[in-house]
């Protein structure tokens, strides 16, 4: 008689569960509980919410231990900024001096919509290729294999056409936010469900692309699945994540407005501190951007593996969640 897929007790290691998925025995292990379960569905809620806490922190220090060995990483999403903000005016440049189309577009009917929605197309596919890099350094740390740069990047290029078709849509759905914003109240309304939707739904979309090579479709399905599924270790990992960073990216862009402050309005003195502030407020404001973005990417992929039952350095696989049997 085959065993059923389950927790069992360890044949390895008495006193401990070990998880069997109906093929084999599995990594994932767990204590046994002394006590009673807890029942009624407020009981498994607490149970459930405890334990995501706990995995959440797990995962934040496993995403920063694993981002301070990839730190190539973090100059790769600067560049990869600056990349897509030059493709950007690469798209627009030409247009702006051919023509007689100019910043924001509104006024340059069809015209002035397709070089935007170009122009946001260009900066969006570079953008997301260089975040896919990033998902795929961590996948490959994950499994134990150093990535490089030239490496991720040729994971993250092999899912070109996944990702510029997520960077169509993404483009679609940011272009149809600004125009909502436009129709008066309702439509800022509106606007503001639609984003909050879209960034929710796709929070994972970056390592279902990379891991699962997935359309846009699938992807929005999949990524909003994960995020239902683990909805306590998402939101406590990504506070966890963007509290002292949102701190202090706030600190530095105030430095930055002080130092501007005082170029503005100040003497020779007190300029020359001015831009001393200004140069600096700056310099930490782009730090606190790309270091927070890269710990995002890094931790949108190992919560993905925690959801999926893999693996994740440092976290002890008796929080995982067991993977779905075969």
């Known amino acids: 008689m085959t065993t ?4 069992h007790n360890d044949p390895w290691f008495p006193g401990q569960l070990r998880y069997w998925d109906g093929a084999q025995w599995t990594w994932h292990t767990a ?6 379960e807890p029942t009624g569905l407020r009981g498994r809620w607490a149970k459930k919410r405890r334990t995501e806490f706990k995995a959440s922190g797990a995962l934040v220090d496993a995403t920063y231990s694993m981002l301070f060995a990839d730190k190539a990483m973090v100059a790769l999403m600067f560049v990869g900024g600056v990349l897509a903000a030059a493709a950007g005016v ?3 440049g030409p247009v702006m001096l051919w023509t007689d189309v100019s910043p924001p577009f509104s006024g340059g009917g069809i015209v002035g919509a397709l070089v935007a929605g170009a122009a946001i197309g260009a900066f969006t596919f570079v953008l997301q290729l260089t975040t896919g890099t990033v998902v795929a350094a961590a996948v490959l740390r994950a499994e134990g294999i150093p990535p490089t740069v030239r490496r991720a990047l040729g994971v993250a290029w092999s899912r070109r056409r996944q990702i ?6 993404s483009t679609f759905v940011g272009v149809a936010i600004r125009g909502l914003e436009r129709l008066g109240i309702g439509g800022v309304i509106g ?9 929710a739904a796709t929070v994972f979309a970056m390592p279902v692309v990379i891991v699962e090579g997935t359309m846009p479709l699938q992807t929005i399905r999949r990524s909003s699945r994960v995020l239902k599924d683990n909805l306590g270790a998402t939101v406590f990992g990504s506070l966890r994540i963007a509290l002292p960073w949102t701190v202090a990216l706030w600190v530095a ?14 003497g020779v003195i007190t300029i020359v501190v001015g ?5 600096v407020g700056a310099c930490a404001t782009g730090f606190c951007v790309v270091v927070s973005s890269s710990l995002s990417a890094y931790l949108q992929t190992n919560v993905y593996r925690y959801a999926t039952g893999h693996d994740v350095p440092g976290v002890d696989p008796g929080l995982l969640p067991p993977l779905a049997p075969s």
């Open 31 to 36: 204590p046994v509980r002394l006590g009673p």
């Open 4 to 7: 059923p897929a389950g927790w």
């Open 191 to 199: 606007a503001i469900t639609l984003n909050i939707g879209w960034a």
């Open 90 to 92: 690469a798209v627009v």
């Open 164 to 169: 510029l078709a997520w960077a169509a849509v």
């Open 253 to 266: 862009f105030s430095v930055a407005v002080v130092g501007g402050v005082l170029v503005a309005f100040g």
């Open 275 to 279: 831009a001393v502030l200004l140069a």
